[in-house]
């Protein structure tokens, strides 16, 4: 377990100027011990607190609450689990897709009412979520999309025909629609740092630029020791994601690949009014390496996606990638040529975690002491949180119909060691890049 440092911060962070908390010095005892203070972490911690008031909980994170993907990523709260719903069906099934996807309507759901009944201050606008299609072929696919929601009896999802489409945003290359009210958007850096206020409010003890070295079994426990200190505790939650390869026993249970964001300048309200979007909703294209779009609360355009970058072995150092960057500046002036060569103010990149069933991951480790969770698959924002009240009933040895759920618990098929986990990534990569290829050799909007 190393620390990791990635350079280029995220435009989520501009203006904030958080109060970090102390590193870890000395020796400590604590109930539960908790690896990593993004969206997972923080969340478990609350949830620990809220659930068994009376117990000590601390938190370590090797550099500052949301620094990993939970501060990087696009802030879209959305229904999808694991990389996207026909992948899930095709892999796993009617019915684990089904129980999936009630569990993130759910977690949609928790995330909004976590927002509203604590007051946090994330920039939350519960716009919806549009799907859409920018060349034929990928109309077949959303199509196929849309058939797999009835048989599974996902409601609260309409298809939308290209005049739809057209009429609430103007751009000549979406040719149809997913669109789903229920899904939001905020900013990820402000939700972690809100995330970490109730769980200090809670009682939790958060230890920031402190990352941990090592973690060996006790007797009666667990010691997590880093660069200053120590930490016995009854139990250990690695809630560290994009980094759990790190982890030495954990090391094939996911890997990190990494995706870029660039923002514009805030646009004009002429601008604006040329590309519609009056709703302001989060939008995808129907890609397999997908791009992301969303307007800022400040007026900006943010675009993410396309290339993934897969890293080799524990390198985890790839905040900017000049390929990613201009790629998504082109793909901006594909989608709204109107705009033209419009100012990018910000590029930065993040990892997120694979597994390779693509789907999330958790539960024990061997041992009812070791508790984890990997597996985002770049659509964290509700599924994290959310997934906080799982991990804590694991910790605390609770039952319930959360800890039932298939994917908890569940024997994970293991990426192969190096070099063969980065041979076998990039030939993964390399078909769904050649099949976006292939539906889009006509060119974008046929």
């Known amino acids: 377990m190393v ?45 620990i607190k809220s659930m068994d008031p009376g117990s000590e909980v601390m938190v370590l994170e090797a550099e500052h609450a949301g620094f990993g993907a939970s501060g990087r990523n696009g802030g879209f709260s959305m229904t999808v689990f694991g990389a996207s719903l026909s992948i899930t069906y095709m892999i796993h099934g009617e019915g684990r897709t089904r129980e999936a996807y009630s569990y993130m309507v759910e977690a949609v759901e928790y995330l909004d009412r976590l927002i509203r009944e604590n007051d946090l201050d994330v ?40 005049d739809r489409v057209q009429q609430e945003v103007h751009s000549p ?11 939001g958007l905020l900013n990820p850096a402000k939700l972690a740092l809100e995330l970490k206020r109730l769980a200090l409010r809670s009682g939790v003890e958060i230890y920031e630029r402190s990352p941990v070295l090592k973690v060996e079994k006790v007797h009666g426990g667990v010691e997590a020791h880093t660069e200053r200190g120590t930490v016995r505790a009854s139990k250990v939650i690695f809630a560290t994601n994009a980094y759990t390869h790190l982890i030495p026993p954990l090391r094939r249970i996911q890997i990190p690949a990494w995706t870029y964001m660039v923002a514009t300048r805030p646009l004009s309200d002429g601008e604006w009014e040329s590309i519609g979007w009056g709703r302001r909703m989060g939008i995808e294209d129907s890609r397999n390496l997908i791009h992301y779009f969303r307007p800022s609360p400040d007026g900006r355009l943010l675009m993410g996606g396309g290339p993934v970058i897969i890293g080799f072995g524990s390198r985890m150092r790839k905040p900017f990638h000049r390929k990613a960057r201009r790629h998504l500046e082109d793909f901006i002036k594909v989608l709204f040529p109107q705009l033209g060569d419009v100012e990018i103010t910000h590029h930065w990149g993040g990892p997120f975690s694979v597994t390779l069933d693509l789907v999330p991951a958790l539960g024990y480790w061997r041992d009812e002491r070791f508790v984890y969770n990997a597996g985002c698959i770049g659509h964290g924002v509700s599924l994290m949180p959310s997934n906080g009240r799982i991990l804590a009933e694991l910790a605390l040895d609770k039952k319930s119909a959360l800890t039932d759920l298939w994917f908890v618990n569940r024997r994970v098929l293991p990426w192969p060691p190096e070099p063969l986990r980065f041979l076998l990534s990039a ?20």
């Open 3 to 47: 620390q990791v440092r990635m350079g280029l911060p995220p435009y989520w962070m501009e203006g904030l100027t958080p109060d970090e908390s102390p590193m870890l010095e000395g020796r400590h005892r604590a109930d539960f011990v908790i690896v990593g203070a993004g969206f997972a972490g923080l969340s478990t911690a609350y949830h």
């Open 123 to 162: 920039d939350y606008n519960r716009a919806g979520f549009l799907r859409v299609a920018t060349t034929s072929a990928q109309v077949r696919h959303l199509e196929k999309e849309m058939e797999i929601a009835g048989k599974i009896g996902l409601d609260g999802v309409e298809w939308w025909d290209r």
């Open 173 to 183: 290359v979406f040719l149809a629609g997913w669109w789903e009210p229920r899904c």
């Open 427 to 446: 030939v993964i990569r390399g078909i769904l890049q050649a099949e976006d290829w292939w539906k889009e050799r006509l060119g974008p909007g046929r």
